[in-house]
């Protein structure tokens, strides 16, 4: 029991904090979301009800598809891009898919292999791309949840403003929803770029997402 | 980082999410006829000249607005004075979460849900071009 916790505790730390931060956002959300009821003299609502409300949809889902996006892109963009330096970069003389050789895939398998890269066919392109298609199906339907969840919460509020509703295909066409995205994509962008420029100069004592304390700042693709 | 109500989220049933997000929208069409017929009942109400009836129906916010707005004090009196013709048919019932907009052949309605009911908060109400609030008879901006 000890070492299960102790062997995954980065997946059950992270796991636990964002239960507790999408408790707590729903806890003020629903606080949030009253006030402004009361505010327009409309009836407040319960926790249940605003947990399956369009306004808490939206908010956790414009967040969710921009974390995975942001994943999507460092995955597919760190194949082909290189940053001499970075820790988050591969070697300055390999960007590309790689050889089978490289990547242990068919003849190259060892017994430990996943059976899917031992074989051969759509398999195995299949499995050699699996982490980016999840991470893209995710950032898609998340992306998806935020345009259908946004129409209505956008709707409720042009309607409290005696304001004439919009189509799905407005909405998507609308300042709102693209200022909603932009305003997340901005800032998961900042923090990839940092990461990737400040993790040359600057180090962390036992991170693997840091060089190694003492590494030469040109020191490419090595991690602590 | 995030101007709106913002949180970070990995690892969570998508799916569940998506469904619930249609059945905001879609899951609507059953309880809009619900905001439907008050706006009906409102109109029957005002033409069969019962305005206590018909003030009953009103949001209680926009009724007391509009009994401040009457000479008399009463909101039966300014729905009295109003000017309401045959709403016509109705059209269209669109309903999002707590709110509903419906539209007669020459009427648009606004309502909310509460929990006696729907209840109106706009009637008579004009469109003003695309982006403008709409012009109402009783409550409105």
């Given at each position: 029991?000890?070492?299960?916790?102790?062997?995954n505790?980065?997946?059950?730390?992270?796991?636990?904090?964002?239960?507790l931060?999408?408790?707590?956002?729903a806890?003020?959300?629903?606080a949030?979301?009253?006030?402004?009821q009361?505010?327009s003299?409309?009836?407040?609502?319960n926790?249940?009800?605003?947990?399956?409300?369009?306004?808490?949809?939206?908010?956790?889902?414009?967040n969710?598809?921009?974390?995975?996006?942001?994943?999507?892109?460092y995955?597919?963009?760190?194949?082909?891009?290189?940053?001499?330096?970075?820790p988050?970069?591969?070697?300055l003389?390999?960007?590309?898919?790689?050889s089978?050789?490289?990547q242990l895939?068919?003849?190259?398998?060892?017994?430990?292999s996943?059976?899917?890269?031992?074989?051969?066919?759509w398999?195995?392109t299949?499995y050699?791309?699996?982490?980016?298609?999840?991470?893209?199906?995710i950032?898609?339907?998340?992306w998806?949840?935020?345009?259908?969840?946004?129409?209505?919460?956008?709707?409720?509020?042009?309607?409290?403003?005696?304001?004439?509703?919009v189509?799905?295909?407005?909405?998507?066409?609308?300042?709102?929803?693209w200022?909603?995205?932009?305003?997340n994509?901005?800032?998961e962008?900042l923090?990839?770029?940092?990461?990737?420029?400040l993790?040359i100069?600057l180090?962390q004592?036992?991170?693997?997402?840091s060089k190694?304390?003492?590494?030469?700042?040109d020191?490419?693709?090595?991690t602590? | 980082?995030?101007?709106?109500?913002?949180?970070?989220?990995l690892r969570?049933?998508?799916?569940?999410?998506?469904a619930l997000?249609?059945?905001?929208?879609s899951?609507?069409a059953?309880?809009?006829?619900?905001?439907?017929?008050?706006a009906?009942?409102?109109?029957r109400?005002?033409?069969g000249?019962?305005?206590?009836a018909?003030?009953?129906?009103?949001?209680?916010?926009?009724?007391?607005e509009?009994?401040?707005?009457?000479?008399?004090?009463?909101?039966?009196s300014?729905?009295e004075k109003?000017q309401?013709?045959d709403p016509?048919k109705?059209?269209?019932t669109?309903?999002?979460?707590?709110?509903?907009?419906?539209?007669?052949e020459?009427?648009?309605?606004?309502?909310?849900a509460?929990?006696?009911?729907?209840?109106?908060t706009?009637?008579?109400?004009?469109?003003?071009g695309?982006e403008?609030?709409?012009?109402?008879?009783v409550g409105?901006t």
């Amino acid at each position: 029991m000890k070492k299960a916790l102790r062997n995954n505790g980065l997946s059950l730390f992270f796991g636990l904090i964002f239960l507790l931060a999408l408790l707590g956002q729903a806890l003020t959300g629903h606080a949030l979301f009253n006030e402004e009821q009361v505010a327009s003299g409309l009836e407040e609502i319960n926790f249940a009800q605003y947990l399956v409300s369009s306004n808490f949809a939206v908010d956790v889902s414009e967040n969710w598809q921009s974390e995975y996006l942001q994943f999507l892109l460092y995955i597919f963009a760190t194949i082909w891009l290189v940053q001499k330096g970075s820790p988050e970069s591969k070697e300055l003389n390999a960007p590309g898919p790689e050889s089978d050789k490289d990547q242990l895939v068919g003849e190259y398998s060892n017994a430990k292999s996943p059976k899917w890269a031992r074989v051969s066919g759509w398999r195995r392109t299949l499995y050699s791309n699996s982490l980016g298609l999840t991470m893209g199906l995710i950032f898609v339907l998340s992306w998806l949840v935020q345009s259908i969840a946004g129409t209505s919460n956008y709707n409720q509020e042009q309607i409290q403003n005696f304001q004439q509703p919009v189509s799905w295909a407005e909405y998507i066409a609308s300042p709102e929803f693209w200022n909603r995205t932009l305003q997340n994509w901005q800032s998961e962008f900042l923090a990839v770029g940092s990461m990737v420029v400040l993790s040359i100069y600057l180090r962390q004592r036992g991170s693997p997402e840091s060089k190694p304390v003492g590494s030469a700042h040109d020191d490419t693709g090595t991690t602590g | 980082m995030k101007t709106r109500r913002a949180a970070r989220g990995l690892r969570f049933g998508l799916l569940p999410l998506l469904a619930l997000s249609g059945g905001v929208l879609s899951g609507c069409a059953a309880e809009g006829t619900e905001a439907a017929e008050a706006a009906e009942a409102f109109h029957r109400d005002v033409a069969g000249s019962d305005m206590t009836a018909a003030c009953s129906l009103l949001q209680s916010k926009t009724r007391e607005e509009t009994a401040r707005s009457s000479d008399a004090g009463t909101c039966e009196s300014q729905l009295e004075k109003a000017q309401f013709g045959d709403p016509g048919k109705l059209l269209s019932t669109e309903q999002f979460g707590r709110d509903a907009f419906i539209e007669f052949e020459n009427d648009t309605v606004f309502l909310a849900a509460s929990d006696a009911g729907w209840r109106i908060t706009g009637a008579g109400c004009t469109a003003n071009g695309e982006e403008a609030p709409y012009t109402c008879e009783v409550g409105g901006t």
